[in-house]
């Protein structure tokens, strides 16, 4: 009899967890994921970035033809509406069909779906729900939850202060949405819900939105979103929310402190970050510790101190991102397997799918300097771009940092409406090591988006042809 019910057991089934039970079962491992939601696919596919995406692309097409961009091309519909229950519809199918996807891909590759929550008894012993099992390897792939605000009380069943979840659940447009946070899911939802129509006011505590990403790219952001109409309350904090009926009173101060004052709003979305998932885990039992972010850390084979546990994903350090936690997830199966599994964390491409979207892979300008390098910037524009010319997108720029010595690129920056297609090119340059000179002289299929990076590397050296 083998020692142990399962070689690997994952907890969890996001694109952490679902991809590294997919990957253990492919290199011939006996593989079990414990999951506790309804389906599979964890926040990604269930309250993430897929009926995002989904918001995103229905409300896309609705400001085409509600702002004129459509009128343009002669395409001319009168008395164009929002149905919300039938947009929430088709999202809920995207949703349904991705995570059914996930369900068929265990079945194909014989990974044992557990349902239930999973707790630790000891290293190697799990219970999940009311079974106990026993695995020789435990990846512990649980994912991220909202963070809450202190003082403001979420009901995303009332719909008036809402999260992520809350917000993309809505059955109406707001009249006025007021978005705690201006990071990726604050300018993500408030574009959904401006676009279809809603005021809405962005109250973030930095001077400035999208902390992380490069200084040029975080102004010319703010520039274009308020151009769309969103209102930015920069340097300001929320101190309380208060919700009466069907209205919400917030609380603002500056963030620097001073007078404060109300603003009124008949939906507030909470949106400040997400922390790890280790509660419930027991993880007391096997001696592992958080660190004081919540965290679980590992060694960058994502083993963590104790021997056969495992981690990957949003609940380790490190960018909260689907592809992150998926690739991890590839890697740590791998390990288990005894093969050489391998992220490179410093090229993890971040995207937000806003309209122009915003895309960032490797060092910000900011970083490269204070990492020490000398460094080159070469930029274009999206107005000189042909296809954003035809397209009517020209919004936005491309900026490629390279080290002023060996000219290899440290980081591609970029606001354009396909900025998210485009930045797999840079990511790929730099896996490879390439310099700016690389892309430059890498023939780019014309008219396209992609030639404004090529221009952009070309500009490195002082000699774009289009500007
Ligand atoms: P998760 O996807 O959080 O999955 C963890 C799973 O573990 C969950 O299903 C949970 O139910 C389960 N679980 C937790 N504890 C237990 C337990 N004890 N027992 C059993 N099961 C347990 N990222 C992108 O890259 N692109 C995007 O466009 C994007 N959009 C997003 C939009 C929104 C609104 C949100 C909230 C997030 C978005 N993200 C996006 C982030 C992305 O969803 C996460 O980075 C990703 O889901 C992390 O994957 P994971 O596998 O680590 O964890
Ligand atoms: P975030 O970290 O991107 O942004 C949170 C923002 O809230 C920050 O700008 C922060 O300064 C601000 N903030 C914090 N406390 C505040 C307060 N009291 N008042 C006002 N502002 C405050 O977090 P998020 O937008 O909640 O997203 C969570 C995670 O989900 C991110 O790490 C992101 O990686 C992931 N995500 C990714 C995508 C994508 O890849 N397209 C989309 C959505 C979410």
Known sequence: M????????????GPGGYVAAIRAAQLGLKTACAESRETLGGTCLNVGCIPSKALLHGSELFEELADGTLAKFGIVTDNARVDVAKLQSEKATAVKELTGGIEYLFKKNKVTWLKGRAAFEDAHTIKVGDETVTAKNVVIATGSSVTPLPGVAVDNEAGIVVDSTGALALDRVPQHLVVIGGGVIGLELGSVWRRLGAKVTVVEFLDQLLP???GEVRKEAAKLFKKQGMELRLSTKVTGVTVKGKKATLTLEPAAGGDSETLEADCVLVAIGRRPNTEGLNLDAIGLKPNDRGQIETDEDFA????????IGDVIPGPM??????DEGVAVAENIAGQTGIVNHAVIPSVVYTMPEIAGVGLTEEAAKEAGHEIKVGKFPMMANSRAKTNRDTDGFVKVVADAKTD??????MIASVAGTMIAQAAQAMEFGATSEDIAYTCHAHPTHSEALKEAAMAVQGKPIHI
């Open 2 to 13: 083998a020692e142990y019910d399962y070689d690997v057991l994952v907890i969890g089934a």
């Open 212 to 214: 992380g990403m490069d």
């Open 304 to 311: 963590t101190s104790v021997d056969g546990v495992w981690a």
């Open 321 to 326: 991102l689907a592809h992150k936690a998926e």
């Open 408 to 413: 290899r690129v440290l980081g591609v920056w």
